[in-house]
T-cell receptor, first 112, second 108 residues
């Protein structure tokens, strides 16, 4: 059974650019959530989607957005990148909240 | 003050020792998760608890809802248990809040 797939694994972008990250959940999982992890702030919740609807959103600026498609795949977008957006971005899928999560390996974003 | 506090922040143990990691939270919750993160970033969900106690192999997780406290125990620790252990709660307002993690190193 395939796990949660995140692409790309690594990404280098320039300040001011935008980036789109992708997450393919485990087959049958309808909930996808996104997290940012930095050495200074630890793990922080970005947003959660269930059946194409955003259920919840963390305390991040509007530059961070996401969506979920009908096949449960999800994308997150960060516009006007800042140096502080450099982080490991993780997604996780579940059958639906509050079920147990399976995490992807993450996308490591570096903003230069 | 953080809404989810873990202790200790760092823990060193000899192989075979019994280990306890604590998590206290100050918000109402619907569930509490224990996660394990190895170097390189991969996160594994160990337990999801809303009451009582769960056991999986050498790992035991307990939660006391009245005291707003959870513990993760590792029996007969092994070097492969070396990782960061993270407590996370799903609050009553459906937000996911993470602790800062406990870095465990187990030496042979």
């Amino acid at each position: 059974k395939a796990g949660v797939t995140q692409t790309p694994r690594y990404l280098i972008k320039t300040r001011g650019q935008q980036v789109t990250l992708s997450c393919s959940p485990i087959s049958g999982h309808r909930s996808v959530s996104w997290y940012q992890q930095t050495p200074g702030q630890g793990l922080q919740f970005l947003f959660e989607y269930f059946s194409e609807t955003q259920r919840n959103k963390g305390n991040f600026p509007g530059r961070f957005s996401g969506r979920q498609f009908s096949n449960s795949r999800s994308e997150m977008n960060v516009s006007t990148l800042e140096l502080g957006d450099s982080a490991l971005y993780l997604c996780a899928s579940s059958l639906g909240p509050p079920k147990s999560y399976t995490f992807g390996s993450g996308t490591r974003l570096t903003v230069v | 003050k953080n809404e989810v506090e873990q202790s200790p922040q760092n823990l060193t143990a000899q192989e075979g020792e019994f280990i306890t990691i604590n998590c206290s939270y100050s918000v109402g919750i619907s569930a509490l998760h224990w996660l394990q993160q190895h170097p390189g970033g991969g996160i594994v969900s160990l337990f999801m608890l809303s009451s009582g106690k769960k056991k999986h192999g050498r790992l035991i997780a307990t939660i006391n809802i009245q005291e707003k406290h959870s513990s993760l125990h590792i029996t007969a620790s092994h070097p492969r248990d070396s990782a960061v252990y993270i407590c996370a709660v799903r609050s009553d307002t459906d937000k996911l809040i993470f602790g800062t993690g406990t870095r465990l190193q187990v030496f042979p």
